[in-house]
């Protein structure tokens, strides 16, 4: 049971969940997405539950160094990825993951990025005013390991890896993130319509 002071900020997390899922990029059960609450904890949804109906009863407290407030409840293996993002970026505020048919598909494409440029929803990102701009993301391969994984990540994090707010694995999906839960939306909203724009030119390309 998700505390009361948290209430606010679990019912936003379940619509965002909900419409991610009505839009097909969680499919059965997959996904994960959280919320920083305060300085060393943050919301997440809890492993094995269908997004496209979460409640706040699906979501947990957990600290940054992975320990549940409830033992009782259980985290999305993926949660090492989560909060090594809290941890190496004082700013962010929200982690959403998705799993759509574009990013996965994409993400096999490509090799250690996936550029983007001459698309008006780069200013969806924070920071950009100009479809001019050229923007790489990173695609790093997928790996059951999430400990090291996450290792991954925190390197490149070090390495100012990150030009815009998120990540490709490898046939497996998009990590982003934001200040706050809305500005996370936003991100994650401009990465699958790019994503879903850089696929359909593939398959035209082709036809």
Same mark, same amino acid.
């Given at each position: 049971m998700t505390p009361d002071r948290y209430a606010d900020d679990a019912r936003a997390l379940c619509r965002t969940c909900q419409s991610f899922g009505e839009? $097909?990029?969680?499919?059965?059960?997959? $996904?994960?997405?959280?919320?920083?609450?305060?300085?060393?904890?943050?919301?997440?949804?809890?492993?094995?539950?269908?997004?496209s109906?979460?409640?706040?009863?699906d979501l947990m407290i957990l600290d940054l160094d992975g320990h549940p407030a409830d033992p009782g409840c259980l985290p999305s293996a993926e949660t090492p990825v989560?909060?090594?993002?809290?941890?190496? $970026?004082?700013?962010? !505020?929200?982690?959403?993951?998705?799993?759509?048919i574009a990013s996965t598909l994409l993400s096999r494409k490509v090799g250690s990025q996936l550029k983007f440029s001459g698309f008006?929803?780069?200013?969806? =990102?924070? !920071?950009?005013?100009?479809?001019?701009?050229?923007?790489?993301?990173?695609?790093?391969?997928?790996?059951q390991d999430m400990e090291a994984l996450a290792g991954?990540?925190?390197?490149?994090?070090?390495?100012?890896a990150f030009a815009a707010p998120? =990540?490709?694995?490898?046939?497996? !999906?998009l990590y982003a993130w934001g200040k706050n839960l809305e500005e996370a939306k936003r991100h994650v909203e401009g990465f699958e319509f790019l994503f879903e724009c850089l696929w359909n030119e593939i398959l035209a390309r082709t036809s």
């Amino acid at each position: 049971m998700t505390p009361d002071r948290y209430a606010d900020d679990a019912r936003a997390l379940c619509r965002t969940c909900q419409s991610f899922g009505e839009r $097909g990029w969680c499919r059965a059960t997959s $996904g994960n997405f959280s919320v920083r609450v305060d300085e060393s904890s943050c919301l997440i949804t809890q492993s094995g539950k269908d997004k496209s109906q979460l409640t706040v009863d699906d979501l947990m407290i957990l600290d940054l160094d992975g320990h549940p407030a409830d033992p009782g409840c259980l985290p999305s293996a993926e949660t090492p990825v989560h909060t090594c993002l809290y941890r190496m $970026g004082g700013a962010i !505020g929200a982690v959403l993951h998705t799993h759509s048919i574009a990013s996965t598909l994409l993400s096999r494409k490509v090799g250690s990025q996936l550029k983007f440029s001459g698309f008006e929803m780069q200013k969806a =990102f924070s !920071g950009v005013t100009s479809h001019e701009t050229e923007l790489a993301i990173p695609v790093y391969d997928n790996n059951q390991d999430m400990e090291a994984l996450a290792g991954v990540i925190e390197k490149a994090w070090h390495e100012r890896a990150f030009a815009a707010p998120g =990540f490709l694995i490898r046939g497996h !999906g998009l990590y982003a993130w934001g200040k706050n839960l809305e500005e996370a939306k936003r991100h994650v909203e401009g990465f699958e319509f790019l994503f879903e724009c850089l696929w359909n030119e593939i398959l035209a390309r082709t036809s």
